[in-house]
């Protein structure tokens, strides 16, 4: 039987399914210096979710490790070609999160345009601010993807349904899967941001997505809906940190450009210094786009799954490389 590494956590039923399966699990998360040091020679696997980052140094010290598991969708924590270069298989659960994901980009749409969190902080305060909290109806606004996987697709069910009018940046997606979710696809990302006063992100962050967000993307953005009404310009950001550059959010929410900003990620995480957090049309979240019992149930099963598969000689699902 295998002897697995869970370092960021796991669901506990998927866990003791492990055990009960024969394996040993160990649950401890370890400092960088520990998993360059070695940390985890002789695990046959190793779970992690974004805390741990399986850098190219962290894996040629990691000896007798043959599967490295990802508890959620993106994996650049994950060196995939060391990995690959060391015979171990990457692996992720790509659809397990989707519907937390899409629910916490809704509610921070929907937080951004009613003044949900200001008003909140306000009532705190001893503030009384009916006069000047009026927001503007999602109903009748362009709304802009940038990238339109599953999330994104989910995203748009609930856009169209609330009337709004749906468009995409995606080079790698067909134009006939946007149509079955009502969505016009473009084919430069910057007209996204000229034609749509709401902007989501959900791409992977590479070299060419990092800073896709910035302050002349920012600048393109009109601030005025498609049924005519003024109803200012909003970002929200529930995929990756760097893709957004939060100095242009930053500078652009200061001006006035920027109505609203709204972070799941950031660049650096934790993000307790972040200028950003000390601006009232500024409200996040601290990287919890998956953090739900639903979700976490669903990534342990599949995660065991994967296992199982693994050890058996059946190369899983979800594979990466």
Request: net charge negative.
């Amino acid at each position: 039987m295998a002897r697995i590494a869970v370092t960021d956590g796991m669901d506990a039923k998927a866990i003791q399914s492990l055990i009960n399966a024969g394996h040993e699990v160990i649950e401890r998360h370890y400092s960088k210096e520990e998993l360059v040091n070695g940390a985890l020679a002789g695990f046959d696997a190793v779970i992690v979710r974004s805390a741990t980052k399986m850098t190219s140094e962290v894996i040629s010290s990691s000896n007798g490790l043959s599967f490295i598991g990802r508890g959620g969708v993106g994996v650049d924590n994950i060196d995939i070609d060391a990995a690959t270069n060391q015979g171990i298989v990457v692996c992720n659960t790509p659809r397990a999160s989707t519907h937390s994901v899409v629910e916490l980009t809704i509610g921070h749409l929907l937080t951004s345009c009613r003044h949900i969190a200001r008003g909140d902080r306000g009532l705190r305060a001893g503030l009384w601010e009916k006069k000047s909290l009026k927001g503007t109806e999602l109903s009748g606004k362009r709304i802009g993807f940038i990238g339109f996987g599953r999330i994104a697709q989910g995203v748009a069910n609930v856009a169209n349904a609330l009337d709004m009018e749906c468009h995409a940046y995606d080079p790698y997606l067909p134009e006939e899967i946007a149509k079955q979710f009502n969505c016009t696809l473009h084919d430069d990302v910057d007209s996204i941001f000229r034609l749509c006063t709401h902007i989501t992100i959900h791409c992977n962050l590479t070299e060419e997505t990092h800073h896709l967000v910035n302050i002349h993307r920012i600048d393109l953005m009109s601030g005025i809906g498609a049924d005519g009404v003024r109803c200012g310009n909003h970002i929200v950001n529930c995929a990756r940190g760097g893709i957004v550059d939060e100095n242009a959010v930053f500078l652009a929410l200061e001006s006035g450009q920027l109505t609203s900003a709204a972070l799941d990620v950031f660049e650096v995480e934790p993000a307790n210094n972040n200028p950003l957090l000390q601006h009232p049309n500024f409200h996040g979240t601290p990287h919890i786009g998956a953090a739900t019992s639903e979700a976490q149930s669903r990534i342990g099963s599949e995660m065991e799954t994967l296992l199982t598969d693994h050890f058996a000689g059946i190369k899983p699902h979800s594979a990466l490389n």
